[in-house]
């Protein structure tokens, strides 16, 4: 279907229209992604026992011992190989198969493999849970592609914003990478980005008594808002609040997201909206159009301007999609730190990196409330604004988002393939890991500051498809440093603390450490093992660009860089970014067996071999 289209077709309450989209060939194609790419963490996070045969096409033949529900022994087989790029375990597509004991074999499905592979792992109480993850991704991740055009993207669908949208492949390692659980499929054809549908933000006013603003120092708050929404629709709002028997001065609005509206905010503060200190104002006047994140909203009318992160009490991935009120109130903050060490960093400006900065937020204080009611609200009412990266972009710059780097079209052809064919595959990548790596190392040597730049978080700007700077965001909750480690301490702002009992909601939703090695592995795990490692075996597989050259020219790169900055030589031992292993999230494991612990393991760090 023609995505111009999708807008115009009505969702129903039931979401029963959807269920022709259950295309019988589409479903068994995204579940053999699926079952490979679960195949893919269980092996390589150490969940299930494997033997490995090593083959003499260079690939390797892995055998998965199983279980049937009769208590017979199984086994599953297939063909993949362990990459260079930090031992990542890579399957190949449609070669699971199941064999039974005497030797009778099928394809692997999903339910069977789960039941007969997890079934006695030993997370039998997280089982059920992680199964329905699995299967709402594959339901949905269905749904989209029912939706997806056969036919290539115009030069307007490669645009940035329509890439938000057209990209639909959600992550790469984790299994569960559309589950949305909260979502019914009306749902995900109303707010996920795949869909392109507009999106208006309902409005409330927000008694000030009951609620945090935080902004950057750089705004004139209420001067920005008013820009944001524009005088017609702030007149608008402030009538229905005397209306009410308000006093406008005495409110904040709070945008929320409308399934947020109609799923949450009724019951959890139905006590505020009856007493009168929140009153629902109405929708913005201009439409929105969810990013590939979902929560994040980008201005569908007027792109320069910013864009809105709101809670969705979702699951997707590994996170429930709430917003804290300490990572809210720390946007700005944080920002402004970040902001301010670029503006005095000749060598920072030179790389041309834009940061978007989260420019405000309010955050509900959900401590305002009964004790008992306090745990349902947590994190469910408030917003950031966040810069548009349209004011960042000069005239024959264009940006896509960094996991469209891998992205495929329905016809087969990689979106990065005119790119490569027109500059050559080795000048192309060059070029992309030197924008995209100085950056971020230099944010780490020269200010011990980690940016967590996985590839929802950074943009790449581009001049006729060749690489030239990047674009990093994110930053409430997507930075991490040790304050003995960072070269002005002094000008790292007091931040809102970390509730004691928010790591049991996500346990890696930390900012502060005092370990340089977590502090490194930060970049390591979120930039160098997800996303450009993605990219390296992407480019082998689609252009023949061996892995070893991938890595060679990353470390190139850091040398290159240590050289020109011998003042950092402290900080290159520090921050060791070619030792030997680095520990990275086990994604799979937190979903099979909670966040009581943190979930690491040690993996081989390709950049040794260059040490």
């Not at 971020?440 to 730049?453: C, D, F, K, P, T």
């Not at 990219?535 to 070893?548: A, D, I, P, Q, V």
Request: aromatic share 10%; net charge negative.
């Amino acid at each position: 279907m023609n995505s111009s289209k999708l807008q115009e077709k009505p969702v129903a309450e039931s979401g029963a229209e959807w269920v022709d989209t259950l295309n019988p060939d589409v479903m068994k194609a995204v579940e053999g992604r699926i079952v490979c790419q679960l195949l893919e963490t269980l092996l390589y996070e150490g969940i299930v026992p494997f033997e490995r045969e090593s083959l003499p096409d260079g690939e390797d033949r892995f055998v998965i011992p199983a279980q049937t529900a009769e208590g017979a022994t199984a086994e599953y087989v297939c063909l993949g190989q362990v990459k260079r790029s930090f031992g990542r375990i890579r399957i190949r597509r449609n070669s699971v198969r199941r064999v039974e004991r005497g030797g009778e074999t099928t394809e692997a499905r999903l339910s069977t493999f789960v039941a007969e592979v997890l079934g006695n792992a030993g997370c039998d109480e997280r089982l059920p849970q992680f199964y329905d993850e699995l299967v709402q991704t594959l339901v949905k991740d269905t749904q989209a592609h029912a939706y997806r055009s056969p036919e290539p993207l115009t030069e307007e669908e490669r645009s940035y914003d329509a890439l938000e949208g057209n990209v639909i492949d959600g992550h790469p390692y984790h299994p569960c990478y559309k589950s949305r659980v909260g979502f019914s499929l009306s749902d995900n054809a109303a707010f996920g980005p795949e869909f392109k549908s507009d999106v208006k933000p309902v409005w409330l006013a927000v008694s000030a008594d009951d609620c945090h603003l935080s902004h950057s120092r750089s705004i004139d708050y209420e001067a920005f808002i008013r820009r944001e929404l524009g005088d017609d629709t702030i007149a608008r709002f402030h009538e229905k609040i005397k209306a009410a028997g308000g006093n406008p001065e005495a409110f904040r609005l709070v945008a929320v997201h409308p399934w947020q509206w109609r799923e949450i905010i009724g019951t959890a503060f139905h006590r505020n909206i009856a007493e009168g200190s929140m009153i629902a104002l109405g929708e913005s006047d201009e439409a929105y159009r969810p990013q590939q994140s979902i929560r994040t909203l980008a201005n569908a009318v007027s792109p320069q301007k910013s864009y809105l992160k709101l809670p969705l009490s979702i699951t997707n991935t590994s996170t429930g999609r709430i917003l804290a009120r300490h990572t809210i109130l720390n946007a700005a903050l944080i920002s402004d730190w970040l902001y301010g060490l670029l503006e005095r960093d000749p060598a920072a400006q030179r790389t041309g990196v834009i940061l978007l900065r989260e420019l405000a937020g309010v955050a509900f204080d959900h401590e305002t409330l009964p004790e008992l009611a306090q745990a349902k609200a947590y994190g469910t009412l408030g917003f950031i604004w966040r810069e548009s990266l349209h004011g960042y972009l000069p005239a024959g710059e264009e940006a896509v988002p960094f996991n469209g780097l891998c992205h495929v079209e329905a016809a087969g052809r990689p979106l990065i393939a005119p790119w490569v064919e027109r500059h050559g595959v080795h000048e192309w990548t060059e070029a992309l890991i030197r924008c995209s790596v100085i950056p971020l190392i230099h944010m780490l040597y020269s200010h011990g500051v980690a940016l967590e730049s996985h590839a929802q978080n950074m943009i790449l700007i581009h001049r006729g498809g060749m690489p030239v700077r990047v674009a990093l965001k994110d930053f409430h909750d997507g930075v991490r440093f040790s304050r003995r480690h960072l070269a002005d301490p002094e000008a790292c702002p007091e931040l809102n603390p970390v509730p004691g009992h928010h790591p049991k909601i996500n346990r890696n939703s930390f900012i502060e450490t005092d370990e340089a090695a977590v502090v490194r592995d930060f970049v390591h795990d979120a930039f160098f093992f997800i996303n450009i490692a993605e990219l390296c075996m992407f480019l082998e597989e689609h252009f023949g660009f061996e892995e070893t050259e991938f890595w060679r020219i990353v470390a190139g790169v850091i040398r290159e860089y240590e050289r020109e900055h011998p003042e950092h030589r402290e900080r290159f031992e520090q921050f060791d970014l070619f030792a030997d292993t680095i520990q990275v999230e086990q994604l799979t494991k937190r979903r099979l067996f909670g966040d009581t612990e943190f979930r690491v393991h040690d993996v081989p760090n390709p950049l040794r071999l260059y040490r």
